[in-house]
């Protein structure tokens, strides 16, 4: 072997050199296309990205938010409520977020600028109080996958 290949580029099909003689297996699945990550500082004072490994449900913590963009618990309370994204209540006080489904709903707001039509603002606003998650749920099953905004 003439040396390693440049860090980044595939190695010997299975394997790909992620950092300076660090290997690991490569999958062959689609790469997210959003990817949260930390900034972590080397020891030169440069700064590398390092993608946080999320499951796709997780809890509703004050760290998620954070790097949610520092969205409220009240605003995803009410996207949950209203079946806009989903959420599932594991305890009293545990709540878990899909975050696909948060970033399947950030494409639909971007790709629609008049998303938040009149009907979908007014059940957003009802949702909170009416009712919990666990109701849209099963409701939006029921509807083929949508929320009753959009019927």
Not at 36 to 47: A, F, H, L, M
Not at 110 to 120: L, V
Request: glycine fraction near 10%; proline fraction near 5%.
């Amino acid at each position: 072997m003439k040396g390693l290949p440049p860090t980044g580029q595939k190695l010997m099909g299975e394997l790909s050199e992620c950092a300076p003689g660090k290997f690991v297996q490569v999958g062959h699945g689609q790469a997210p296309k959003i990817i949260i990550c930390d900034v972590v500082g080397n020891n030169d004072g440069t700064c590398r990205m390092v993608p946080r490994n999320f499951e796709k449900f997780q809890s509703l913590t004050d760290e998620l938010l954070e790097a949610m963009g520092n969205v409220s618990r009240e605003t995803l309370m009410r996207l949950i409520m209203g079946g806009f994204i989903e959420g599932i209540k594991v305890s009293p006080r545990v709540w878990l977020i899909n975050l696909q489904s948060w970033f399947n709903h950030l494409d639909r707001c971007a790709a629609d600028p008049e998303f938040w039509n009149d009907k979908r603002v007014r059940h957003y606003n009802s949702s909170w109080k009416n009712s919990g998650p666990g109701e849209h749920t099963r409701a939006k099953a029921r509807a083929g996958g949508k929320s009753r905004a959009d019927r």
